[in-house]
Structure formats: structure tokens, C-alpha cells
């Protein structure tokens, strides 16, 4: 069993910055990749930016040279920062792992953290 634990979103003003965490725990062997996917209310969930294992990272247009995604991998830990941030930004940010467990691979969600920008 794998526990995605989110933290770090809130209420921000335009222009203002936030960084979600999201720590992976349990029986893991090793965590592929790790993405964070956002779902703004009546929409899809869409994807905000990905990250290897080797810290190759991608990233949807709209947030590239405001949102920047890392990882510690010896804490199973992936982070978000955003800076800049804009009202479309306000959204439900879910964290992804895909993690090497028994021997396969499965997909992990996080529980979500509401990220609210506005003046």
C-alpha cells in the first residue's frame, strides 16, 4: 500500500507564490514519475508537469516560466513551485506517482490540495 500525502496549497493574491509537497510513503521499491494534474470546478483534470526519475521535467504551456516541478528522491517527495500565480491558476492540485510495488508498476493519486488565487 502507497499513501500519497499532499501539502501547501491555500488562498494567494495575483502575482504571489505557493509551493505544494507531496510526500510518497509505504511499500514502495521505486517511484517512476511524478506529475502534478490540476482540476479547476466543471472541468477536466488536466496536466500541469511532469518530472523522470533523472529530473527531466515537462511542463503545459500555461504555466511554463511561472510553475516549476522538483523532486527529492531519497524523501520520495515531489514539489510544485508556483510564482506568478494568476486567477486561472485557482484549481484542486493533485499529485501522481507511478511506483515500482511487488514488482509492478501502479498509479498513485494524492488526496488534492485547493490552490485559490484571487484579489
Known amino acids: 500500500q502507497v499513501q500519497l500525502v499532499e501539502s501547501g496549497g491555500g488562498f494567494v493574491q495575483p502575482g504571489g507564490s505557493l509551493r505544494l509537497s507531496c510526500a510518497a510513503s509505504g511499500s514502495i521499491f521505486s517511484i517512476k514519475s511524478m506529475a502534478w494534474y490540476r482540476q479547476a470546478p466543471g472541468q477536466q483534470r488536466d496536466l500541469v508537469a511532469t518530472?523522470?526519475?533523472?529530473?527531466?521535467?515537462n511542463s503545459a504551456d500555461s504555466v511554463k516560466g511561472r510553475f516549476t516541478i522538483s523532486r527529492d528522491n531519497a524523501k520520495n517527495t515531489v514539489y510544485l513551485q508556483m510564482n506568478s500565480l494568476k486567477p486561472e491558476d485557482t484549481a484542486v492540485y493533485y499529485c501522481?506517482?507511478?511506483?515500482?510495488?511487488?514488482?509492478?508498476?501502479?498509479?498513485?493519486w494524492g488526496q488534492g490540495t485547493q490552490v485559490t488565487v484571487s484579489s
Open positions: 501522481n506517482v507511478v511506483a515500482v510495488v511487488a514488482a509492478a508498476n501502479y498509479e498513485y
Open positions: 518530472i523522470t526519475p533523472g529530473g527531466r521535467t
